[in-house]
């Protein structure tokens, strides 16, 4: 098929103001039929495909390789599938200025704080290498949570997706793709916003890496979940593979582990999303035993079904 004459493939790597009315006008023109009629049901769901996470530095704070490739491939899928596509999902990572996973957050004794990329463990804590500023049990109880029930320890991100900035925008390529096809099939799309919780880190869509029970969100969100295996078929893109994408899809997997038929409507679209480089390895073989599971691993150039 031939693109929307608007579509320009060399923007996709750039910022710029999305032309939201020129793209629904341009759907509605190509208006193909309403989604509310199709058989199967198709979803997109979009992990967190923001600027700071696809834009070459310094527009991205923390640009995936090969990201930018990934969104172009993703953004030509929706306009090649766009009579298949009937709803359209994306997160949004947010943040604030004092998070636990931010240098905010912290100090040592001499009252520095921790450089992006520190790794802060449990035993740190407890000698007094770095101290919290702030919320002092809940900070302990966090980070020996995370290294028990997660297997991780906590590692501080530079700033990123900060509520208010451009990188925290979705693509604008994306966010005209995704306006072409709500015109195209009379469809609203849906965002989830993740990340907002100061108390804990947040790489799956659906649930914080530990439960926060102080907050309405801090749990698993269990009402959308059962929105997308309402879905025949639902596919997979985003970034980081190794980091928020692979976070989602285990918690996808987990909550659905005794409904094999809802993990096989999962269509992870491999070409579509790259892994932060040293996670290569651990993460293709999560995602193989993801696929022992049920879920199918496509190209954006397959047929759909």
Sequence with gaps: MSYPSFYNPKQVGQIYEPDLQRAYEAGVADFKSAASADRPRVLL???????DFILPAPLGRLPVPGAVEDAQRTVEWIYRNVHHI????????????????????????????????????????????????????WSVQYVEELEKVGKKQLMIWPFHCMEGTAGRALLPALSEAIMYHSG???AQPTYLTKGTIAHTEFYSV???EVKYAKHPEGGLNTRFLEVVASFDL????????????????????????????????LRFLDD??????????????????????????????ETIG
């Excluded at 769901?45 to 600027?51: A, G």
């Design 86 to 137: 009937t709803q359209i999902t994306a997160s949004l990572d947010t943040h604030t200025p004092f998070q636990i996973f931010y240098p905010t957050w912290w100090r040592n004794a001499k009252g520095e704080r921790p450089a992006p990329y520190t790794v802060i463990t449990a035993e740190d804590v407890s000698k007094g290498v770095w101290m919290p500023v702030t919320e002092p049990l």
């Design 45 to 51: 769901w979009l992990v967190d495909m923001q600027n």
């Design 234 to 265: 639902i596919y997979v893109a985003g970034e980081a593979r190794s980091h928020c994408v692979l976070a989602t899809m285990n918690s996808v997997l987990r909550y659905f582990a005794s409904q094999p038929e809802v993990i096989a409507k």
């Design 206 to 208: 659906v649930e914080p």
């Design 184 to 186: 195209a099939r009379t």
């Design 272 to 301: 579509c999303t790259s892994s932060i480089p040293g996670f290569e390895q651990s993460t293709e073989q999560r995602l193989g035993e993801m696929a022992a599971q049920g879920m199918r691993l496509v190209k954006s150039t």
